[in-house]
């Protein structure tokens, strides 16, 4: 109640699967109502309603679907005219779809209101009566997207530009393209038939445009080249024509079609995502004279949404509401929600710990590294804790972000390389979230799939976990109360199942997992052995080979592989002999790959096991991410990050950017890796996802503010991405390695007359405080009438606390200039006048 009193509400059960709550408020004001079901409260407690003075006569409205709802599925609630009756009541819902609503007048009073959100999102319910806002309204509505899944595809349609250049070799050219109003893009180079240089990219507005093109850095002959974009050229969604049925209406378990036309549209990409209970296939015939026939097929009936882009603009009508009818195809569904607490803030000095479960494993083959932010990286320390349940423990020397690399049998655990972060946390949220094991993989029926899930470094928040499939899942969730928790499942029937992971109703990083559970294997197949694999280091395109013993079975044998970027080749699987069969492939991409063996549909013992091909430096947890395109951006203005890969060896780098918009994006080759640029198109959030060989590198997911105003339209998840086979780096042999710095210079403290008065022909000093500002380096310079000065003397006295002493040779005004890596310490520039 406003008096903050509690009060008990009585429970009717209804016999049908519900239940009602039945409560006198004996106050006028906002009252909240708690529900918990075993000591946790159910999804929406408390929920919040308005109650007027009984006498007032005014109009309320209370119900759940006025604090919370589910995408795609009805949201209710009741408003209450204490008879002054239904002619001048109102209803409006605002939120990232257009939602259906329906009410009805009961005639006794009160008005049942019903309406379908299609988005999840914040929708705002407006309740008026005789033209004005009920008590309460605007209400707010968090409306998640429990269950609902998406799938999307681009069809690429750019303009093609020749620059009128004969170029042998574009491999180390890049190129942007700036427009008459300066937003600058990457764009694409391209060979044209004529021998000639082309680019290719999407116009967006009228007028000369500027095209630089550059040889490391350095711009080629001719560059800038001029091209002028006519009218009829630049994209217009607002030109594109959408017909067929399936924009309207559909059926489930069949294809949909869509004719989309873009023939008076321009030049511009076309992005299509389907959103609803179910992940709907996508297929599409691109014509080629700008028409298009896209067919889907969803699964499960329901309310789908439909966003259809052109020129990275919503066309006429979009987003599409459609209603999906027909049978589904009966999965079940299980899932639960923990909370998750912030854990105590660790200091230097004291004992850190990560655990993790990894059943089949021993200690013996298990290792772990930690890396600190400066770079060095020390063996930590594993205690098998029986179970298959391993505690890694470290005694952190710096405050900053750790690396913990965890292997089993020189191969990195899923999950690993873990970030770890000693003091104050710097970054939080749902893409903190790690998770790892083979129950996110593939089970088998009846038989525990189990993984782990780390939170630490995502804060507090709320953890749903969501399984489902052809039978429901039987789970069972551990906490360890370290920021890890363990979880297990059992399903009863094979087939493909579904594994969500959220934060706070965010999906973390790669969920939802697509698991598959096999049949039971058959007595005989348990029997079934892998032979002796060679530690010998495996290359890309030459063939290998090993052997499985079948020991009795008898039966067939089959196989596959996934390279680490995910694809699939079969292999060729032979018998040898009754009791030895043949298992060969010719990997395609250096890395971790995973080969699946299957007998009689199930999978062996061991299978899938993991077999690295390249060599052992070959690790993400070598490659490191920096640059300015990880901290911030603003829409129309090019920006790039490097990703360094010197100390990682050849390998698959992957690098996907997910936000409001797509980006234009390409990655050039540079001296110490690769230099990834992009230009956001709309304001919000950014996710840039790196991987090397198939593992995140630390730190990613990187969160990326964008500010400034729109260029294109809004999306919820816009993705853009690019894959590069990496060739061998070499460092820059002035250094062996540059350390990874951290540090906050508007901590630094500084103190002495040095700072303000100085005598010439004498010694002046001063002091700087760098103890609580991390760690970087201090950088001194004196500039007077004259130039430089001559002796400027730093001595570090241990613990990042300095004593600076330097002699000026001229009367005058001196500039002095101190700065704790790039940035000036608090009053530098300093002001020095020598006498």
Known sequence: MPSGQLNKPSIIDNHDGTVSFKY????????????????????????????????????????????????????????????????????????????EISCHDHKDGTVSVSYIPTAPGEYKILVKFANVNITGSPFTATITGEGRKRNQISVDHSSEVSLKIQETDIKNLNASIVAPSKMEEPCFLKKLHDGHLGISFTPRETGQHKVHVTRQGKPIHGSPFKIDVLEKEVGDASNVKVSGVGIKESKTHQNNEIMIDTRNAGYGGLSLSIEGPSKAEISYNDNEDGTLKVLYKPTEPGYYVINLKFADNHVPGSPFTIKVTGPGSNVQRESITKQRDALPITDVGSECKLSVKLPGTNAFDMAATVTSPSGETEDAEILDLDDCLYAIHFEPKEVGVHTICVRHKNIHIPGSPFQFTVGPFIDSGYHRVHAG???????????????????????????????????????????????????????????DYHVGIKFNDQHIPDSPYKVYIMPPPSEEAKNIELGSISEESFQVNKPLAFTVHMNGARGLLDGKVISPSGNEDDCFVVPIDDEQWALRFIPKENGIHQVHIYHNDAHIPDSPFSVR??????????????????????????????????????????????????????CVEVEEGYKVRYTPLAPGDYFIIVKYNGYHIV??????????????????????????????????????????????????????????????????????????????????????PKGPSEEIFVKHLGYNLYQVNYVLKDKGDHILIVKWGDEHIPGSPFRVEAS
């Open 24 to 99: 006198e408020p004996k106050e006028e004001g906002m009252h909240e109502l708690y529900i918990k079901y075993n000591d946790e409260q159910i999804q929406g407690s408390p929920f919040k309603f308005h109650v007027d003075a009984v006498t007032s006569g005014n109009v309320t409205a209370y119900g759940p679907g006025l604090t919370y709802g589910v995408a795609g599925e009805p949201c209710n609630f009741t408003i209450y005219t204490k008879g002054a009756g239904a002619d001048g009541l109102s209803v409006a819902v605002e939120g990232p779809s257009k939602a």
């Open 437 to 495: 094991g083979l129950g996110l993989v593939r089970g088998s029926v009846s038989v525990p799939a189990e993984f782990n899930i780390w939170t630490r470094e995502a804060g507090v928040g709320s953890l749903s976990l969501s399984i489902e499939g052809p039978s429901k899942a039987e789970m069972n969730f551990t906490d360890r109360k370290d920021g890890s928790c363990y979880v297990s499942y059992i399903v009863k029937e094979p087939g």
């Open 699 to 784: 730190g990613s997911p990187f969160r990326v503010r964008c500010t400034g105003p729109p260029v294109a339209d809004c999306g919820e998840h816009e993705t853009s991405s690019i894959i590069v086979e990496t060739a061998i780096k070499q460092e820059s042999q002035k250094v062996d390695g540059l350390p990874r710095f951290h540090s906050n210079a508007s901590k630094v403290t500084s103190k002495g007359m040095g700072l303000k008065k100085a005598y010439f022909h004498k010694q002046n000093t001063f002091s700087v405080n760098c103890g609580d500002a991390g760690n970087n380096l201090l950088y001194v310079s004196m500039y007077g």
């Open 613 to 666: 091909i390249g060599k052992d430096n070959d690790d993400p947890a070598s490659v490191i991410s920096y640059g300015n395109g990880l901290k911030e951006c603003k829409t129309g203005t090019k920006t790039d990050f490097t990703v360094n890969t010197c100390k990682a060896g050849v390998g698959n780098l992957a690098v996907t950017i997910d936000g409001p918009s797509k980006v234009s994006m390409d």
